[in-house]
């Protein structure tokens, strides 16, 4: 569910496609925490140790995991991006420009999502992402990855796409 929607207990929510593509967002999440690749079992114990694993508490009230949806997309670059299993290593770009066409400002303000905007990234991700040799993942690849880029570079280079986006 959006986290307009969760948040929106006490107050008529509306509900709009915008709503919808927020959803296929949280969809890419788990699959990109959960499958290890083609033909591989799923990695529950792996997702189980993720932060998003908390979006589906059942002692939890609706509320309480809007809360959490918006504490994580805050710091997406700790709290999801990093649990991606390592075969779903190359998107991680384009997932990052997902988050931010969702949420150019921040992910308390009303999604803005649009379906032009999240159909040219996942083209993108399409055109430019090829199935890898080995479809084993390969330990370590991942982590190596995140280790070379600083906390720095990536709110500089996702401040620029959001200023990019407004204007």
Known sequence: MSIEALLAINRTFVHQPRHDL???LYIIFYVCTLVRGPSLPLDVTHFMSAPIF?????DSSIREIGFRKLAHLECYDFAILPHFTPYWSDFIPFVKDLIIACFPVRPRLPNNFQYDKVLR???????????????????????????????????????????????
């Open 54 to 58: 908390t979006w589906f508490c059942k």
């Open 121 to 167: 990234i996942l083209k993108a991700a399409y055109n430019s992402i090829r199935e890898p040799a080995s479809a084993t993942p390969v330990p370590g690849v991942f982590c190596a990855r995140r280790l070379t880029q600083t906390r720095r570079q990536a709110l500089d280079r996702d401040a620029k796409k959001r200023r990019r986006l407004r204007s």
């Open 22 to 24: 927020e959803s296929i």
